[in-house]
């Protein structure tokens, strides 16, 4: 699967900000779908990820309460709803797709990033 992620921009500290991920085919909905992010300087983070059918998220503790991650498999995308934004959410963020095993998801397909810039 392709992805294609879209919606980054320049906000101010405080703003919301809606990313979305748009899957090439039909086999989108069979993949958990996760985002990263990737400050300068910086190694890529998790962010979050939910489950094929969207029952189930989890996110990262610096994220946690302020970004939403949820899905329509019946339009192929993801979305990452980010709320209170903070200078340090700064980063480009990336979607993958994975598949999901006992120990956790192996993401293999990888968006091409787009950046997210909260200025203070």
């Known amino acids: 699967v392709q992805l294609q992620a879209s919606g980054g921009g320049l906000v101010q500290a405080g703003d919301s900000l809606r990313l979305s991920c748009v899957g090439s085919d039909r086999t989108f909905s069979s993949y958990a779908m996760g985002w990263f992010r990737q400050a300068p300087g910086k190694e890529r983070e998790f962010v979050g990820e939910i489950n094929w059918s969207g029952d189930s998220t989890r996110y990262a503790d610096s994220v946690k309460g302020r970004f939403t991650i949820s899905r329509d498999n019946a339009k192929n995308t993801v979305h990452l709803q980010m709320n209170s934004l903070k200078p340090e959410d700064t980063a480009v963020y990336y979607c993958?797709?994975?598949?999901?095993?006992?120990?956790?998801?192996?993401?293999?397909?990888w968006g091409q990033g787009t950046l997210v810039t909260v200025s203070s």
């Open positions: 993958a797709a994975g598949t999901a095993y006992i120990l956790g998801i192996s993401y293999d397909y």
